[in-house]
């Protein structure tokens, strides 16, 4: 049975209900009886015999209908109550002669059968027609004793016997529930009104209105029920009726469906949803009155045009004109739907058949359109919902007329609406606008559309774009995504339908969304200022059409402008950077560091080791935005992950504060992170580190095939724009292809998939065989401009800097391609560029750039395997590591494979075999290849070039002859290789020094780090000079101004050696370089022309006149600091023919001002007594296994002059005595003699600290065996340090002269000092030992040089020397001195006199133990017999070694002779006495020797 809750449910009937349900409930005879009610239908009186209708339903389940129904029997009561229910199923039409039956039976019970017969007591009618206008109230009838036929008859009725004289003793109450009959009496009314309204018949038109009118009051319950019978009446009405019955039933309608409406929104968490029951109606209810009556749109919109002529005129219309508002999209919908019904009726053709509205008709739905837009416009401030509700209604309206009217009438609303809306307006008319675009071209017929124009081809699409791109620049953001989203949309939507695969359908949608690509190209501007996300979907779209289009319109679109295609291009590698997949691949296992190299130079505000580059900010994935159903998918895919269910839990709990633990049943994790206050990135974050891992990996993997679908997508455009190129249809003076070679290298740059290398590397070959040699060496026209060859360069650069890149961070299959594709480009730019060194500026400059985003070192992993090489630094690298290096650390895996392709490089049987392994056609090989005729008929062209090397002031003057063909050459790809490499190994080196930093303040390890990097990139003008300068920073912090000053001269003379090649202020010669040289030798190899022979300034961007006065005058303060006036003084007269051809007279005078100061102390320290010492060198032996690397090691430091050997001593110890506690402190080794490492404890660290004095002199080395070469004039360098140890035949230290042997060590280092570092390593080390005579020799000797060289400097400096040829500092000083005695006696002005008193005081005076005197004493016998001196000990002396000495004494008083003379030619007469006293010491010193050396005298005259 049906739930009597269906009578008030609020639900239209869908189906035929007619039921009548009937309840006896007592009857009251006179005696009590045992009774029971029979119930039936019949369908007349007429035989009383005649079986009634089968219109009972069954008690049971599923049973076949009943004609009779009974209650229970009641026994012996009065009055008998009855409680049973008959269910009857009444006909569609009721007769009046239908009626109810009720036979009342008499059971008697004292009856002893099983079967009693009912006997019948009273009968009882019940008419149809009364029961159904009961409804559901209680009716009381008579029961008769017998039944007639025609019982229903009144004549019949009175011959009957009644029980109880005919009073209504039964009552019986009835229910009817019916689909056809209404409860309400109105709506009743209504339904008889209409009938005979549209039978015609005569009645009263205000009968009609008043039950019209009467619907108001309703219930809304009841209307429900009737809803679709009742809307197709008034609906009738309003088609085909007057105006005044139009109007209303037009108000009727609007008013009943408004309270259906509102029925439905208190169940609604949208207050603007609409009636299921009304689109119910509307969608298949409706079907315009059977296509009986005339069509109802024009009556509907005539209908509203007259509601809103009235609003308009200031009449009152009431609240039904809201109400019409709300329910505007009901109306809308009606009007679509029966213009759709009446073009069902026109005949179909091959085309698609339009309704074309008659033009009084589309007024009407014009003034109607203009209304409701209208009233969008007044209230999008006021009522927001209403407006927005208006706008999609009129959307959805225009939608559907796309597919029943007639385009042109349709465009005509569209502009209609489109004209209210001009511009950027305010954020919510904006959105409408949007929104109305958006539903307008969701249609399926959106492409087949025409346009309004004969030149145009879609006028919706371009509407479209054009309002799409002026939402692009809107103020308010979420405007601007909205356009981009429905840009995007659009575009995907025809991309993925099936309707549109075929090419020419392809062609026509892209050349349809192409003004969208121009639009953005003339205002990139606004592109830009959009945000990643937006970006994003517009480069899609511009991807997709662009993929689509055919060669001819690509043609076009970049014959137009050469800044529109580099545009153009500069999109698309915004595009592979905004689709890259994984962006933190590139810096996974990397850490922070400073570069080892950068065009940048040193920041002052940071220091050497900050990093110089500051990262950019990281960009956003691509699928950190995804729609929310995705969301949910993932979510639910979370939670279904039983192993990801307690790491869920915990984030959960994490997030709520364990608000949600007790909670029972599965919580979603996407409700937590709505309710929490995480922003949507991080909560994006937490939903995906909670995938499980099927989800997670189908997630990176469509994360990768998006990235690898972009940057395949470029490489076709690529490849179009190439071939164009190639073909001369596209202008080819695009500065260096940069075109080609900015996405190349943003495509190499990133971490592209597996899938992308295979049609990349044929592709890229092409393109360097078709254009290399304007990709990487410019345009060979002589008046190619040097941004040109600028862009060529740096093109070249990136290139090379992501192939190398590649070639490190990415798996084997892709390293084997990447380095593929970098023989490939080298071998172009072997036989393209004009230059090979400019092609290793670059190499070294890309190579630089990936080593300084780069973990180099690592830890090496406890598991077996493989070994890293290691990176330890060689004595040959130059300097050794520090001593508190952390830890054995080896190359990463990054360096390893980056070493292993520059291995392979090289190797040219490794060239073939990479094409073998990598799978790719022989073909690959073949592009590469230059055509060999062409290349001879460029050869016949050639002439020989001359080339000029100057080399240490010799011109060595070669002729060569430069082919392309020979610059292809495995040697030159070898050489290539060795110079990569040991960047590589510079970097590594440079590394391992720093790493020691974390565990000791060892400064001299930063000073070697900035070394090796400086000489790696000697041949790179700028880095050198940056490393260089972070060189010289590291000697400040360490007060060594002379090694600074160093620094200072060798980026000065590389500036200025670069400004000549360039013939920029041509002010310096090569005098002035020799001046540098001569100051810093070691920095002449690295100022030679090859340098600097790149044509650009790529990679020598510092060398500027500026920049050469600025280091000059550091170099010479720095030169100040360290007291060394000379170099300072030199440093500044450099200046001077600048400044003379600049006419800057201030700085003139202000630099001679300067020079002057300078030879003021330059004069006083020469002529102070005390000799100037410029530094103090010490050997440093380091010993013990903490040293790591330089166990074992010698060094030799130069230091200040003021720093002593305790001091050295206490600052080497605080740096190296870094331990821990539970290790030993650092054991200083106090003697100079050799160390025996098998001698020392092995857990303990030593150090010897030796001071050592550089070799100097002029003459033969005796003991050495081998010549001492003379430094430099007046560069005082060393390269060769020695110290002595003392020690005795018997075992002592120290004893007689005649017992006194010594030990002498010389140490020769890697590179001389000073230098610019400090120490250098110690490369060879040579011990002799000094018998006691060569001792005494020694001291002899040294003392007879020292004043034969003062005397000499002197003579030289008051121009005495120049009688004798030539400066003193060119010849030996023997010969200056005897020149300058023999050039006359008069009197001599000597600078310096008291150095030279002091000198002779300490030789010529008397003394016992020491001295000459001392020696003759120790060696002679005294008064020897004959003409010759004879030994004290002859045994122990040869002949030759008693002559030697014998020579050095007579030799020592012919110097002391002559000193004693100049002495008195230069004093005065307050000196007078004291050079007395000096000649009587002399003559005195000479007898006492005379005594030992007979003939002593005699053999001075003959020296």
């Not at 259906?260 to 949208?270: M, R, T, Y």
């Not at 008046?783 to 290139?799: H, N, P, R």
């Not at 084997?816 to 090979?836: P, S, Y």
């Not at 080395?1261 to 430099?1272: Q, T, Y």
Request: aromatic share 8%; net charge negative; with cysteine.
């Amino acid at each position: 049975a049906i739930d009597f809750t269906d009578m008030v449910r609020a639900e239209p009937f869908t189906r035929l209900v007619h039921l009548l349900f009937v309840y006896p409930q007592q009857v009251a005879l006179p005696k009590k009886l045992n009774l029971f009610v029979r119930t039936e239908l019949r369908m007349d009186d007429l035989d009383i015999q005649r079986p009634s209708v089968e219109a009972i339903f069954p008690k049971e389940r599923n049973g076949p209908m009943l004609r009779t129904a009974s209650t229970q029997v009641v026994q012996g009561t009065r009055p008998a109550l009855f409680h049973d229910e008959v269910k009857i199923q009444l006909p569609a039409a009721v007769a009046p002669s239908h009626h109810l039956l009720f036979t009342f039976f008499h059971i008697d019970l004292s009856l002893r059968s099983d079967r009693p017969k009912p006997v019948a007591v009273g009968y009882a009618v019940m008419p149809l027609a009364a029961a159904l206008q009961a409804f559901k109230g209680e009716v009381n009838l008579p029961i008769s004793k017998d039944l007639q036929p025609r019982y229903l008859q009144e004549s019949t009725k009175s011959r009957l016997t009644y029980w109880e004289e005919g009073r209504p003793i039964f009552r019986v109450r009835t229910r009817l529930f019916s689909s056809l009959l209404p409860l309400s009496d109105r709506l009743r009314d209504f339904f008889h009104q209409f009938d005979r309204h549209m039978l015609e018949a005569p009645l009263p038109r205000e009968d009609l209105l008043e039950a019209i009118n009467a619907l108001k009051t309703v219930d809304v319950v009841v209307l429900m029920q009737f809803l679709y019978p009742l809307l197709n009446m008034l609906l009738c009405m309003i088609g085909n009726g007057v105006e005044t019955l139009q109007v209303a039933a037009f108000r009727a309608m609007i008013n009943v469906v408004s309270r259906v409406q509102l029925e439905l929104a208190p169940q609604s968490s949208a207050p603007m949803e609409r009636s299921r029951f009304l689109v119910h109606f509307v969608d298949f209810i409706f079907d315009d009155l059977g296509r009986n009556q005339p069509p109802v749109y024009p009556g509907l919109s005539n209908v509203w045009r007259s509601l809103a002529r009235s609003k308009s005129r200031g009449f009152r219309v009431g609240p039904v004109y809201a109400e019409a508002l709300q329910m505007a999209w009901f109306v809308l919908e009606l009007v679509v739907k029966s213009m759709d019904l009446e073009l069902a009726q026109v005949p179909q053709g091959d085309e698609i058949a339009r309704l074309r509205l008659e033009d009084e008709v589309f007024l009407c739905i014009r003034q109607l359109f203009e209304c409701l837009l209208a009233e969008v416009h007044e209230k999008a401030d006021s009522d927001p919902p209403l407006a927005k509700s208006l706008s999609s209604s009129i959307s959805f309206f225009c939608y559907d007329l796309i597919s029943v009217v007639d385009p042109p009438q349709v465009f005509e609303l569209v502009g209609l609406f489109l004209s209210q809306f001009v511009g950027v307006c305010p954020p919510m008319q904006h959105m409408f606008k949007l929104h109305f675009l958006r539903i307008v071209c969701d249609h399926d017929l959106y492409i087949e559309t025409p346009g309004r124009g004969p030149t145009e081809k879609n006028y919706l699409t371009t509407v479209l774009l054009k309002d799409l791109f002026v939402s692009l620049d809107h103020e308010d953001p979420s405007q601007r995504s909205l356009a981009a989203r429905m840009l995007a949309f659009q575009v995907a939507k025809h991309e993925y339908d099936a309707r549109y695969q075929q090419p020419e359908l392809k062609l026509y949608i892209a050349q349809l969304y192409m003004p969208i690509v121009n639009m953005i190209l003339d205002e990139v501007e606004t592109f830009n200022t959009l945000g990643v996300i937006q970006r994003r979907q517009i480069l899609v779209v511009m991807l997709t059409v662009v993929r689509n289009l055919d060669s001819d319109t690509l043609l076009k679109s970049w014959k137009q402008s050469d800044v529109r295609t580099r545009l153009f291009f500069t999109l698309l590698q915004q595009a592979l950077v905004l689709f890259q997949h994984n962006p933190q691949l590139m810096a996974a296992g990397s850490k922070p560091r400073p570069p080892s190299g950068s065009k940048s130079g040193p920041s002052k505000a940071a220091s050497p080791d900050a990093l110089l580059a500051v990262e950019p900010p990281p960009i956003p994935m691509f699928s950190d935005r995804v729609s929310l159903a995705t969301n949910d998918l993932l979510d639910e895919m979370a939670r279904g992950d039983a192993k990801a269910m307690l790491e869920r839990e915990q984030i959960i709990r994490k997030v709520t504060g364990g608000a949600v633990s007790g909670a029972k049943g599965s919580v979603s994790l996407r409700d937590v992170l709505a309710r929490s206050r995480m922003s949507p990135k991080d909560a994006m974050a937490l939903l995906r580190q909670n995938l499980p891992p099927s989800a997670s990996t189908k997630l990176l993997l469509w994360e990768s095939s998006v990235a690898a679908w972009c940057s395949l997508q470029v490489l076709e455009i690529l490849e179009k724009f190439s071939d164009m190129a190639a073909d001369g249809l596209v202008a080819t003076d695009y500065a260096c292809m940069d075109c080609l070679t900015g996405p190349l290298s943003v495509m190499l740059a990133l971490p592209q998939p597996m899938s992308f290398w295979e049609p990349f590397v044929p592709a890229f070959a092409e393109m360097l065989r078709l254009h290399g040699k304007a990709m990487l060496d410019g345009p060979p026209s002589a008046a190619a401009t040097a941004a040109a060859a600028a862009a060529a360069e740096a093109g070249g650069d990136d290139l090379f800097g992501s192939l190398l890149r590649q070639m490190a961070v990415r798996p084997e299959f892709i390293r084997k391609r990447a380095l593929l594709c970098l023989l490939l480009l080298l071998r172009n730019a072997l036989l393209h560029m004009r230059d090979v060194e400019r092609l290793r500026v670059i190499l070294t400059v890309a190579l630089s750039e990936v080593l300084s985003h780069m973990r180099l070192l690592h830890s090496p992993s406890p598991s077996p395997g493989p070994t890293s090489r290691s990176s330890s630094v060689s004595s040959s690298a130059g300097g050794g590591v520090s001593g508190a290096a952390a830890g054995d650390l080896v190359e990463s895996v990054e360096v390893e494979k980056l070493r292993l392709s520059l291995e392979e490089l090289g190797t040219e049987d490794k060239w073939f075999q990479l094409l073998d392994e990598c799978g790719l056609p022989s073909i690959c090989l073949e592009i590469v290849v230059e055509d060999e005729g062409e290349e001879e008929e460029e050869e016949e062209e050639e002439e020989d070039e001359e080339e000029e090397w100057e080399e240490g002031g010799s011109v060595l003057v070669g002729r060569r002859r430069k082919r392309e063909r020979d610059r292809w050459t495995w040697a030159n790809v070898e050489e290539t290789q060795d110079m990569l490499l040991t960047v590589v190994d510079a970097a590594s080196q440079h590394e391992q020094l720093m790493e020691g930093l974390k565990t000791s303040n060892d400064k001299y390890a930063i000073v070697e780090s900035y070394y090796i990097l400086a000489q790696a990139y000697g041949h790179v003008p700028d880095l050198y000079i940056m490393w260089m300068l972070h060189l010289c920073d590291a000697h400040q912090e360490m007060n060594q101004w002379a090694e600074a000053a160093q620094c200072a001269v060798s980026v000065a003379g590389i500036v200025i050696r670069g400004l000549q090649i360039a013939s920029q202020e041509l002010v310096w010669d090569e005098e002035h370089l020799e001046v540098l040289w001569s100051i810093c030798p070691l920095a002449r190899h690295q100022w030679r022309a090859r340098a600097f022979s790149s044509q650009s300034e790529f990679g020598a961007s510092s060398l500027t006149v500026e920049g050469a006065v600025k280091h000059l005058q550091m170099a010479s303060n720095f030169f100040y600091k360290a007291e060394l006036f000379h170099f300072c003084a030199e440093m500044l007269a450099l200046l001077l023919p600048l400044f003379r051809v600049r006419h800057d007279y201030k700085q003139l005078t202000k630099t001679h001002n300067k020079i002057a100061s300078i030879y003021e102390n330059v004069e006083q320290q020469e002529t102070s007594p005390i000799p100037f010492k410029d530094a103090c060198y010490y050997r440093v032996g380091f010993y013990g296994e903490r040293f790591r690397y330089i166990d074992g090691r010698e060094f030799i430091y130069r230091e200040p002059r003021d720093v002593r050997l305790g001091d050295i001593m206490e600052k080497l110890k605080a740096l190296y005595d870094a331990r821990s506690p539970d290790e030993e402190p650092l054991q200083i080794i106090q003697d100079s003699r050799q160390v025996d490492p098998s001698a020392l404890k092995p857990n303990l660290v030593y150090m010897q600290i030796t001071a050592v004095e550089p070799v100097v002199g002029i003459g033969e080395d005796r003991w050495l065996g081998r010549p001492l070469e003379p430094p430099i004039a007046g560069t005082p360098t060393f390269s060769c340090f020695f110290f002595d140890t003392p020690f005795t035949p018997n075992g002592k230290q120290q004893g007689k002269m005649e017992d006194q042997w010594k030990r002498r060590t010389l140490l020769y280092t890697q590179s001389t000092l000073p230098s610019l570092i400090s120490r250098q390593p110690v490369v060879r080390s040579e011990v002799r030992e000094y018998s006691p005579i060569q001792c005494a020799v020694e001291i002899i000797e040294s003392r007879s040089f020292a004043l034969e060289a003062e005397m000499a400097s002197q003579l030289g400096d008051s121009g005495a020397a120049g009688a004798a040829g030539g400066p003193a500092g060119k010849k030996d000083p023997a010969a200056v001195v005897a020149a300058a005695m023999a050039a006359g006696s008069g009197p001599l002005q000597l600078p310096r006199l008291q150095t030279l008193q002091r000198l002779l005081q300490g030789s010529v005076a008397l003394q016992v133990n020491s001295g000459v005197l001392g020696v003759c004493m120790a060696f002679y016998q005294a008064n020897p017999q004959g003409a010759n001196p004879r030994a004290k000990e002859p045994e122990k002396l040869q002949p030759s070694e008693l002559e030697m000495l014998t020579a050095a004494i007579v030799r020592f008083v012919v110097v002391c002779k002559r000193a004693v003379v100049v002495h008195g030619r230069a004093v005065t007469e307050v000196d007078r006495d004291f050079q007395e006293q000096l000649e009587q010491s002399l003559e005195d010193l000479e007898k006492e020797i005379s005594a030992f050396i007979p003939g002593l005298r005699k053999r001075a005259s003959a020296y």
